[in-house]
């Protein structure tokens, strides 16, 4: 399958951003200027700057070109992305190095994120993430045994775990993410090259399948000068249009 039309265009106004042909403030071409530029319809080029916008490299405003607000590529969790997609996105190359994969009996925390008793089994996996060769993020994840039994027969240096699961059957339904700010014990620090102490972004997630079931609970350290996330939010809803609603209805 072909890559769409808006990731094409996303991926090389991301690209230019990133090497700053565009300086933070300035606009990007016209929307009819992309269009020409990259030969599409007007629905890509909008697709491609609203997932700019996500990312937090531009700010869009109706009539007017996007303008550039940011050089730092941001994670959002308004949609999950797993790591390695993200780096490909963002066009830079994402690299794995697996320190440790073992099956033992769960422990706190994951042991009520996943609705275990003390006597289950899972799978842990600790695993280094970079991003262009550098150190960028810990990666601690506990899988209920039926589902981390399937990494076993998966090389987790060469890719992304969760396409693999998802390859496999595992349906990522619904996620729950935890956003905090930790310091850095030995593990983290000999791993991301920092001081022991340093404030890391960590990302609490747990995942449930299409069943309800919780099979992943995480938890990922990022070096906070090397990744940023951004959430984004809906209006919510004022109950008193729920209740002119009902009303009228």
Same mark, same amino acid.
């Given at each position: 399958?072909?890559?769409?039309? $808006?990731?094409?265009?996303?991926?090389?106004?991301?690209?230019?951003?990133?090497?700053?042909?565009?300086?933070?403030?300035?606009?990007?071409?016209?929307?009819?200027?992309?269009?020409?530029? +990259?030969?599409?319809?007007?629905?890509?080029?909008?697709?491609? =700057?609203?997932?700019?916008? /996500?990312?937090?490299?531009?700010?869009?405003?109706?009539?007017?070109?996007?303008?550039?607000?940011?050089?730092?590529?941001?994670?959002?969790?308004?949609?999950?992305?797993? +790591?390695?997609?993200?780096?490909?996105?963002?066009?830079?190359?994402?690299?794995?190095?697996?320190?440790?994969?073992?099956?033992?009996?769960?422990?706190?925390?994951?042991?009520?994120?996943?609705?275990?008793?003390?006597?289950?089994?899972?799978?842990?996996?600790?695993?280094?993430? =970079?991003?262009?060769?550098?150190?960028?993020?810990?990666?601690?994840?506990? $899988?209920?045994?039926?589902?981390?039994?399937?990494?076993?027969?998966?090389?987790?240096?060469?890719?992304?775990?969760?396409?693999?699961?998802?390859?496999?059957?595992?349906?990522?339904?619904?996620?729950?993410?935890?956003?905090?700010?930790?310091?850095?014990?030995?593990?983290?620090?000999?791993?991301?090259?920092?001081?022991?102490?340093?404030?890391?972004?960590?990302?609490?997630?747990?995942?449930? /399948? /299409?069943?309800?079931?919780? +099979?992943?609970?995480?938890?990922?350290? $990022?070096?906070?000068?090397?990744?940023?996330?951004?959430?984004?939010?809906?209006?919510?809803?004022?109950?008193?249009?729920?209740?002119? /609603?009902?009303?009228?209805?």
């Amino acid at each position: 399958m072909s890559e769409p039309r $808006y990731e094409v265009v996303a991926r090389e106004l991301r690209l230019r951003i990133l090497r700053h042909d565009y300086n933070v403030g300035e606009s990007l071409p016209s929307e009819s200027a992309l269009c020409a530029q +990259f030969d599409v319809s007007r629905g890509p080029v909008r697709q491609a =700057l609203a997932m700019l916008k /996500n990312e937090g490299l531009v700010a869009i405003s109706r009539g007017k070109p996007a303008i550039v607000r940011s050089f730092d590529v941001t994670q959002t969790l308004d949609t999950f992305t797993p +790591f390695t997609q993200w780096a490909r996105l963002t066009g830079r190359d994402a690299g794995s190095r697996t320190i440790e994969i073992s099956r033992r009996r769960v422990t706190e925390p994951a042991r009520t994120a996943l609705g275990a008793s003390a006597d289950d089994f899972v799978v842990e996996v600790l695993r280094l993430r =970079l991003l262009d060769d550098e150190p960028t993020m810990l990666e601690r994840t506990t $899988y209920t045994e039926s589902v981390g039994s399937l990494l076993f027969d998966f090389d987790t240096d060469s890719g992304s775990i969760t396409d693999f699961l998802s390859s496999r059957g595992v349906q990522f339904e619904s996620m729950r993410h935890v956003l905090d700010a930790v310091a850095a014990n030995g593990a983290d620090a000999e791993n991301l090259a920092i001081d022991v102490g340093s404030p890391l972004l960590r990302e609490r997630r747990t995942s449930w /399948n /299409n069943l309800g079931e919780a +099979f992943e609970f995480a938890d990922d350290r $990022y070096r906070p000068d090397r990744v940023a996330f951004s959430i984004v939010n809906a209006r919510t809803i004022d109950p008193r249009d729920s209740i002119d /609603n009902s009303v009228s209805s």
